[in-house]
């Protein structure tokens, strides 16, 4: 059966996707899915190898553009798909399959979706809790998962594939010394710095790494190096060449071979903490106002920090240079502490 799937349009959703992937494929291994998601996406999808082919939504987020969408679903109905998964929850995400005429368009009650979707599901949150479990749901027929108990144990959670000849290439193209483990550390977050952990701490914590072998790679996109940029000159200056800012640097494909080069990783909430969690390194993840009760890390080698309760809707902190107290809070040691069990965890592996 060939499928049409409209992704999501942020990288930990992406990475979050691949759990529908991986499920309808178990159900169905038959099946021939593509994704259609922005272009930037193509370097994820294809590493999850359930995908056919990504296609490229060519229309910018939050656009209506109603004509471009019906040109662009008529444009599919040579493909001949008989079903479409829809996981964004928006009125315009569901035009395409729509105008693209595929039988069976299948998706969660959003925006007045009321004939674009005619497999239109209604969510329980309550009974969803977690973003995963809402996708993975959609893989079976109305009715049959109520709750997200009633999805089969395990979940087939994100798993990106990354080769060894590219790991070493990689490692080749950007001088990394052999002799040193590589601790990666994501330092960045989407929606602003209330979600970071303070540069000051992850300077402490990597001038620990580095003092015993290490050396400290940080990633994430060019607004991002300012932040990393921080971070490394809040060492000292011997300690400054064996920490490497790569934020902005890298194409999203060269991030992730390099995170999979990586001992273990340290991240604030943000879609390359997905992206480790996929590539199934030890994680150590930060979590401040944002809540992992809903996009925590798929990992059984990941451990979540994070010292007050509950969803904060906060983009900027009271304490200096807008970070959270939650996450100031959360001190080097504490992290050093938890990412070490990870370390000798993954050496008994």
Same mark, same amino acid.
């Given at each position: 059966? &060939?499928?049409? =799937?409209?992704?999501?349009?942020?990288?930990?959703?992406?990475?979050?996707?691949?759990?529908?992937?991986?499920?309808?494929?178990?159900?169905?291994?038959?099946?021939?899915?593509?994704?259609?998601?922005?272009?930037?996406? /193509?370097?994820?999808? +294809?590493?999850? #190898?359930?995908?056919?082919?990504?296609?490229?939504?060519?229309?910018?987020?939050?656009?209506?553009?109603?004509?471009? @969408?019906?040109?662009?679903?008529?444009?599919?109905?040579?493909?001949?798909?008989?079903?479409?998964?829809?996981?964004?929850?928006?009125?315009?995400?569901?035009? =395409?399959?729509?105008?693209? %005429?595929?039988?069976?368009?299948?998706?969660?009650?959003?925006?007045?979706?009321?004939?674009?979707? %005619?497999?239109?599901?209604?969510?329980?949150?309550?009974?969803?809790?977690?973003?995963?479990? /809402?996708?993975?749901?959609?893989?079976?027929?109305?009715?049959?998962?109520?709750?997200?108990?009633?999805?089969?144990?395990?979940?087939?959670?994100?798993?990106?594939?990354?080769?060894?000849?590219?790991?070493?290439?990689?490692?080749?193209?950007?001088?990394?010394?052999?002799?040193?483990?590589?601790?990666?550390?994501?330092?960045?977050?989407?929606?602003? #710095?209330?979600?970071?952990? #303070?540069?000051?701490?992850?300077?402490?914590?990597?001038?620990?790494?580095?003092?015993?072998?290490?050396?400290?790679?940080?990633?994430?996109?060019?607004?991002? $190096?300012?932040?990393?940029?921080?971070? @490394?000159?809040?060492?000292?200056?011997?300690?400054?060449?064996?920490?490497? %800012?790569?934020?902005?640097?890298?194409?999203? +494909?060269?991030?992730?071979?390099?995170?999979?080069?990586?001992?273990?990783?340290?991240? %604030?909430?943000?879609?390359?903490? $997905?992206?480790?969690?996929?590539?199934?390194?030890?994680?150590?993840?930060?979590?401040?106002?944002?809540?992992?009760?809903?996009?925590?890390?798929?990992?059984?080698?990941?451990?979540? !920090?994070?010292? !007050?309760?509950?969803? $904060? &809707?906060?983009?900027?902190?009271?304490?200096?240079?807008?970070?959270?107290?939650?996450? !100031?809070?959360?001190?080097? +040691?504490?992290?050093?502490?938890?990412?070490?069990?990870?370390?000798?965890?993954?050496?008994? @592996?």
């Amino acid at each position: 059966m &060939k499928m049409l =799937v409209i992704g999501p349009s942020w990288v930990g959703d992406m990475m979050m996707s691949q759990s529908l992937y991986r499920t309808i494929k178990a159900i169905e291994p038959a099946a021939d899915i593509d994704v259609m998601a922005p272009a930037w996406c /193509r370097p994820l999808l +294809d590493r999850m #190898p359930e995908v056919s082919r990504a296609l490229p939504m060519p229309l910018g987020h939050g656009a209506l553009e109603l004509g471009e @969408r019906r040109r662009l679903g008529i444009s599919l109905r040579a493909s001949h798909y008989q079903r479409a998964f829809v996981l964004p929850n928006s009125f315009k995400s569901a035009l =395409v399959p729509f105008f693209a %005429n595929i039988p069976q368009r299948t998706g969660w009650r959003g925006e007045m979706r009321y004939g674009l979707l %005619n497999d239109l599901r209604v969510l329980d949150k309550q009974a969803f809790p977690l973003m995963v479990q /809402r996708y993975v749901a959609l893989a079976y027929e109305a009715g049959k998962i109520k709750s997200a108990t009633d999805l089969p144990e395990p979940l087939l959670w994100p798993q990106l594939r990354v080769t060894e000849s590219e790991i070493a290439a990689i490692s080749a193209q950007f001088s990394l010394p052999a002799s040193r483990p590589i601790i990666g550390f994501c330092p960045g977050a989407e929606f602003g #710095p209330a979600k970071r952990w #303070p540069h000051y701490h992850y300077a402490a914590l990597a001038q620990k790494l580095i003092a015993e072998g290490y050396q400290v790679i940080l990633f994430g996109s060019a607004k991002d $190096h300012p932040a990393g940029e921080d971070i @490394r000159l809040s060492l000292t200056e011997q300690a400054q060449p064996l920490c490497m %800012n790569l934020a902005g640097k890298t194409s999203l +494909d060269q991030a992730v071979v390099l995170i999979a080069a990586c001992h273990a990783v340290v991240s %604030n909430d943000s879609g390359l903490m $997905h992206v480790a969690a996929a590539l199934n390194k030890p994680l150590v993840a930060l979590y401040g106002p944002s809540s992992p009760d809903f996009t925590p890390p798929l990992s059984q080698h990941a451990k979540v !920090i994070r010292l !007050i309760t509950g969803y $904060h &809707k906060v983009r900027k902190g009271d304490a200096e240079q807008g970070y959270h107290q939650s996450l !100031i809070d959360i001190q080097p +040691d504490q992290v050093y502490h938890e990412l070490s069990q990870l370390l000798v965890a993954e050496e008994e @592996r």
